[in-house]
């Protein structure tokens, strides 16, 4: 700990720039300092929270004098919810602080230089998410978010995110969940909302059986339910496929980490031969029923953990793989036998941009050149990202 600086104490700062995790950075003497919900150029006064040699984490006791870009937040439960951290800052700002948290991390982390990177806007800055994870806590009676940096619940009545379909089933679940029939005191629920504002309800701790819905993507049909993934951001997710997909097209191609199939179908328009690799199983039943719908029969899914996948089968030659692991990355090995495997081409899909800056770095050793880095903000108000890389065999 530094012999100058102690939790408890207050410091006035300038927020030099947003970092990644969306953090502000700061600096006082001999002190690096990290300011959520801060706004680049603001002049605050912050109490350090957590301090660890010259780094520290400190929480912003008032603005002093509020940055160019900062904007009052809409919702009335942000700095306590622990959802969005971006809603003090206006839209276009947004968009450059999240093309230069994957700039950052590409070079910090990755070791790639990169010029000017685009992040596509979402269509709906507030209203676009068509799927949530919300928190019960049966003793306060509380339905909501995680409170910031906790597992208390915030019981909020308003979320300004959810899409006007998804906003009605958290206002039923609200008002009509029954809390004696809970079966422990916190619980889970996810939810989502098809094309015609149909909705797939889950729970563990509860009794009702999940249904399905249907969404149009880049023309064609999926269904899944709230235990299987699919975007969040309906309005991007056309984008999203015609940024992944680009021109490809060819004999073979492998989509890992399929899920229902979003990009699987698509590809099996323009490849001779599609194979899909997924561990759920309800989401692979979903890929099964989106390909035979769609009367795609060049498309086969196999059940299995991508590694064991990679590991076990004898593939020939593959023109290109598509990559879209979840937040926690691929499973170790994974990146280093897609590049054994020597495809002409990658598509790497990625909502984590520290991750992707360092498995990209080993796709780079082993011969392949990025072609195109494109951000796509499909979580407006937060600090994620979605970034789509292509790569060839240099």
């Known amino acids: 700990m530094s012999q100058k600086y102690n939790p408890g104490d207050e410091l006035d700062v300038t927020i030099e720039k947003i970092v990644p995790r969306g953090l502000g950075l700061a600096f006082a003497e001999d002190l690096t300092i990290f300011v ?3 706004v680049a150029g603001d002049r605050v006064r912050v109490r350090i929270s957590r301090i660890k040699r010259r780094t520290s984490f400190a929480d912003i006791v008032a603005v002093l004098e509020p940055g160019a870009d900062r ?5 009335a439960y942000f700095g306590t919810c622990g959802g969005c951290d971006f809603q003090q800052l206006n839209y276009q ?19 790639i230089e990169v010029g000017r990177i685009e992040v596509i806007a979402s269509p709906k800055e507030f ?9 019960l806590d049966r003793i306060e009676k509380a339905v909501g978010y995680f409170k910031r940096d906790s597992h ?17 089933v958290f206002d039923e679940l609200a008002e009509k969940t029954d809390w004696a029939m809970l079966w422990d005191d916190t619980a889970e629920v996810e939810a ?12 563990s701790s509860m009794a009702e059986p999940t249904g399905e819905v249907t969404v149009n993507v ?6 899944f339910s709230a235990r299987s993934f699919f975007q969040a951001n309906r309005f991007m997710a056309d984008r999203l496929v015609e940024t992944a997909l680009g021109g490809a097209a060819g004999p073979t191609a492998l989509d890992l980490y399929c899920g229902v199939g979003l990009f699987a179908i698509p590809l099996a328009r323009k490849f001779t031969s599609v194979i899909g690799v997924e561990d759920n199983p309800a989401a692979v039943g979903f890929a099964k029923k989106n390909a035979a719908r769609a009367g795609l029969k060049n498309i086969e899914f196999r059940r299995s953990g991508v590694r064991d996948f990679l590991r076990s089968s004898e593939l020939a030659a593959t023109d290109l793989i598509l990559i879209d692991p979840p937040r926690s990355g691929a499973e170790k090995g994974v990146i280093e036998k897609i590049a054994a495997l020597g495809p002409r081409a990658i598509s790497y899909v990625s909502c984590e941009p520290s991750i992707l800056a360092r498995d990209l770095r080993v796709l780079l050793d082993a011969g392949y050149r990025i072609d195109t880095i494109v951000g796509l ?4 108000q937060t600090h994620h990202v979605e970034t789509v890389v292509r790569l060839t065999k240099a």
């Open 218 to 223: 880049a023309g064609e049909e999926f269904s």
């Open 192 to 203: 989502v909302c098809g094309d015609d504002g149909g909705a797939s309800v889950f729970s």
């Open 127 to 135: 209203g676009y998410r068509s799927r949530a994870k919300w928190h």
């Open 71 to 75: 904007i009052e937040p809409p919702c």
């Open 377 to 380: 903000d499909l979580f407006p």
């Open 36 to 38: 959520p919900l801060a």
């Open 93 to 111: 700002a947004q968009l450059t602080a999240k093309a230069d948290i994957i700039r950052d991390c590409l070079l910090r982390i990755g070791k």
């Open 152 to 168: 208390d619940v915030v019981n909020v009545d308003k979320c300004p995110i959810l899409t006007p379909e998804l906003h009605s």
